[in-house]
C-alpha cells in the first residue's frame, strides 16, 4: 500500500549548522504538505507544495517537492533552539485522507 | 488554531472501561479527523468524518468507534479500553486548501 518514509527518525545538530529531513513516498502525490511539532504540542501546518519541482521559502526553510512528485525535503539553515521540535510530511491518500511520515525529530544543541 | 478543543486533556482509565474523548470545532468545517500518536508510528488515523452521520475507518479503526451528530463535534470512544490504546488522540479539522489544524491533543493512559 501506499506509504510516506521520513528519514532521519532523529537529528541533533549545533545551533547554527543546517538542517534537512527527507520524505519519500511510494506513489506520486498530488501534493505534499509539512507540519512541525513541538515538545509537548500539536502539528502546526507549515506549508502545502504541489507542482513538480516547486520550491518554497520561508524565512530560513527550505521546502522542496521533487520532479516526479514521489519526494520532497524540508532544509533549515542555521538552526535555532526555536527549531526544535518534530517535523512531519503529509501526502494525501485516496478517500480524504492522508499518510503521515514518521518525522524527524530535530535537537539543536545551543 | 481554527477554533478546535478536545476534552478530556487527559484521562487515566483501567482496561476494560469505556472511554469517549471528544473534538469540538467553532468554524463549521466538513472534515474532521482522529488520529492517534504513538513513539515510532508518526500519526495514524483512526476515523474520519465527512459530514453530519457520515464517517469513515482510517488505517487504524480496530476497537474504536465515532459519532458525529452535529457539525462542531466529532466524538471518539473506546468500547473497552485497552492497554494498546494509551496515546495521544488528536482530533484534526481540514481548511479550505486541505490543510489540517489540530487540537492540542488528548493524553490517554490505559492502566
Known amino acids: 500500500g501506499q506509504q510516506v518514509m521520513q528519514i532521519p527518525q532523529y537529528q541533533h545538530v549545533q545551533e547554527g549548522e543546517d538542517f534537512t529531513t527527507y520524505c519519500n513516498s511510494s506513489?506520486?502525490?498530488?501534493?505534499i504538505q509539512w507540519y512541525k511539532q513541538r515538545p509537548g504540542g500539536h502539528p502546526v501546518f507549515l506549508i502545502q507544495l504541489v507542482k513538480s519541482g516547486e520550491v518554497k521559502k520561508q524565512k530560513r526553510l527550505t521546502f522542496q517537492f521533487g520532479e516526479a512528485k514521489k519526494n520532497s525535503s524540508l532544509h533549515i539553515t542555521a538552526t535555532q533552539t526555536t527549531d526544535v521540535g518534530t517535523y512531519f510530511c503529509?501526502?494525501?491518500?485516496?478517500?480524504?485522507?492522508?499518510?503521515f511520515g514518521t518525522g524527524t525529530s530535530l535537537t539543536v544543541i545551543p | 488554531d481554527a477554533g478546535i478543543t478536545q476534552s478530556p486533556r487527559h484521562k487515566v482509565t483501567e482496561t476494560g472501561t469505556p472511554v469517549t474523548l471528544r473534538c469540538h470545532q467553532t468554524?463549521?468545517?466538513?472534515?474532521m479527523y482522529w488520529y492517534r500518536q504513538d513513539p515510532g508510528h508518526g500519526l495514524r488515523l483512526i476515523h474520519y468524518s465527512y459530514g453530519v452521520k457520515d464517517t469513515d475507518k482510517g488505517e487504524v479503526s480496530d476497537g474504536y468507534s465515532v459519532s458525529r451528530s452535529k457539525t462542531e463535534d466529532f466524538l471518539l470512544t473506546l468500547e473497552s479500553a485497552t492497554s494498546s490504546q494509551t496515546s495521544v488522540y488528536f482530533c484534526?479539522?481540514?481548511?479550505?486548501?486541505?490543510?489540517?489544524?489540530f487540537g492540542p491533543g488528548t493524553r490517554l493512559t490505559v492502566l
Open positions: 503529509a501526502g494525501p491518500k485516496t478517500g480524504n485522507q492522508f499518510y
Open positions: 506513489t506520486t502525490l498530488s501534493n
Open positions: 484534526a479539522i481540514r481548511g479550505l486548501y486541505n490543510e489540517q489544524f
Open positions: 468554524e463549521n468545517h466538513r472534515y
